[in-house]
């Protein structure tokens, strides 16, 4: 599974971004998908993650009721809506694809992963 993930850019806190994250390749087996992020001298760390059919989505506690993940499974793409930014927000921003469970937050169950895309908030 190869993974392209875009939409990233510059934003003043309060803003909104929207990430999306195309996958090609062996699409046909059932995967979640999930984006994480990576902040300057930080470990990368799980930020939302979504379900094969979309009906289950968990939520870091640092994005919940701000971000909204979605997918579409006719075009193979993974949505990130980011609404009322933060400067700690800052990050670039990964997306991933497991054959495994959605729920899982160990960025090392992910097998595939996007290039990233830079998210910046500025205060």
């Known amino acids: 599974v190869q993974l392209q993930a875009s939409g990233g850019g510059l934003v003043q806190a309060g803003g909104s971004l929207r990430l999306s994250c195309a996958a090609s390749g062996r699409t046909s087996r059932p995967y979640a998908m999930g984006w994480f992020r990576q902040a300057p001298g930080m470990e990368r760390e799980f930020a939302v993650t979504?379900?094969?059919?979309?009906?289950?989505?968990f939520y870091a506690d640092s994005v919940k009721g701000r971000f909204t993940i979605s997918r579409d499974i006719g075009k193979n793409t993974v949505y990130l809506q980011m609404n009322s930014l933060k400067p700690e927000d800052t990050a670039v921003y990964y997306c991933?694809?497991?054959?495994?469970?959605?729920?899982?937050?160990?960025?090392?169950?992910?097998?595939?992963w996007g290039q990233g895309t830079q998210v910046t908030v500025s205060s």
């Open positions: 979504i379900s094969w059919s979309g009906s289950s989505t």
């Open positions: 991933a694809a497991s054959g495994g469970s959605y729920s899982t937050t160990r960025t090392y169950e992910w097998p595939y």
